[in-house]
């Protein structure tokens, strides 16, 4: 079962100590320090849809690759930095570049475009029943994730993924 999303748009400080971290240990301490006394400006919870989301945007698929696409980029993104109980965290990151490109990408998706790609979803591969009430739930998470990557995108930040899985 999926638990809670939330991306933090990291400056150029955060950046520079993500690219240190060398441990599972460092990288969950990280972002417990970053989630504390964070300005609300620069985190964007997606609570449980995000899955949902990151399928609707790269072809119904639940890969955690990096794609030239930058729709599958969105939330996850390249290889999960998070390497210890499988599938316990997902947490991706994306560079300031990167992050204009999924701005400007997913900038364009309509409600009407998003619950097409919704409803595209294998219903064999996704652990809800495909809904109207769970696609209004999504789009709920997704139109502020959309304004929160353009934020995020003028001002020169790079995007960490932190998604939790509950067992």
Same mark, same amino acid.
């Given at each position: 079962m999926r638990g809670q999303g939330i991306h933090y748009a990291l400056d150029i400080v955060e950046r #520079? =100590?993500?690219?240190?971290?060398?441990?599972n240990r460092a990288l969950?301490? !990280?972002?417990?320090?970053?989630? &504390?006394? &964070?300005?609300k400006k620069?985190? %964007?919870e997606t609570d449980k849809a995000w899955e949902a989301i990151h399928r609707c945007l790269a072809d119904g698929t639940f890969d955690y690759r990096w794609s030239a696409d930058p729709l599958y980029?969105?939330?996850?993104?390249? #290889?999960?930095?998070? #390497?210890? %109980?499988?599938? @316990?965290?997902?947490?991706t990151h994306l @560079?300031?570049?990167?992050?204009?490109? =999924?701005?400007?990408?997913?900038?364009?998706?309509?409600k009407d475009e998003m &619950? /097409? &790609?919704y409803f595209a979803i294998d219903p064999k591969d996704y652990?809800?029943?495909l809904s109207e009430s769970d696609f209004e739930y999504t789009w709920h998470w *997704?139109?502020?994730? /959309?304004? *929160? !990557? %353009? /934020?995020?995108?003028?001002? +020169? /930040?790079?995007?960490? !993924?932190?998604? +939790?899985?509950?067992?």
């Open positions: #520079d =100590v993500l690219d240190e971290i060398k441990s969950l301490s !990280f972002t417990e320090l970053i989630m &504390r006394g &964070r300005d620069w985190y %964007q980029n969105c939330i996850l993104s390249g #290889d999960n930095l998070y #390497d210890g %109980q499988p599938e @316990t965290y997902y947490v @560079t300031p570049p990167e992050v204009k490109e =999924v701005a400007a990408a997913i900038e364009s998706i309509t &619950r /097409r &790609r652990e809800n029943a *997704f139109v502020p994730l /959309r304004a *929160f !990557f %353009q /934020r995020a995108a003028e001002n +020169e /930040r790079g995007m960490l !993924f932190l998604g +939790e899985l509950l067992h």
